[in-house]
C-alpha cells in the first residue's frame, strides 16, 4: 500500500483521486505551503501536485520539494486543465516527475503509482 499525497485545492479532484486508486494511504493538503509541511510530516511515496493554487502555486512547490534533502526523493505528478505544452515543459523544469491533464484516464493514474512507488499496491 502506498502513502499518497494530494496538493490541491479542489476537494473534487482529491476524492475523485482516491476513489480511482482505490486502497492506499492518503493525506490531502489544500495549498503550497500546506503541502509542503504536510510532505515533511508524512514523507508520501508520490505525490500528486496541482499547478494552480493559492498561497504557492505547484511549480514553486514542486521546486521546494526537490530541494528538500527530505522530500527531493518523492516522485511529483503534475496535474493541471491546461494541455498547453508551456504548462508541461514548466513542470518538468521546476522537476516534475511526471504530468497528468484533467481530466485523466483511471487507468493510467494507477499504472503511474504503481510504476513510480515500485508497485507498493494494496
Known amino acids: 500500500m502506498a502513502k499518497i499525497l494530494i496538493i490541491d485545492d479542489s476537494v473534487a479532484i482529491s476524492s475523485l483521486l482516491k476513489m480511482h486508486l482505490g486502497a492506499h494511504t492518503f493525506r490531502d493538503a489544500r495549498d503550497g505551503q500546506e503541502g509542503l509541511s504536510v ?44 494541455k498547453e505544452e508551456i504548462e508541461q515543459l514548466r513542470s518538468f523544469e521546476s522537476g516534475a516527475d511526471e504530468f497528468l491533464s484533467k481530466p485523466w484516464n483511471p487507468s493510467e493514474v494507477s499504472l503511474l503509482v504503481d510504476r513510480l512507488t515500485g508497485n507498493k499496491a494494496a
Open 39 to 82: 510532505a515533511r510530516d508524512f514523507v508520501p511515496d508520490v505525490i500528486f501536485l496541482d499547478i494552480q493554487m493559492p498561497k504557492l502555486d505547484g511549480w514553486d512547490t514542486c521546486r521546494q520539494l526537490k530541494n528538500s534533502p527530505l522530500t527531493r526523493h518523492i516522485p511529483v505528478i503534475m496535474l493541471t486543465s491546461c
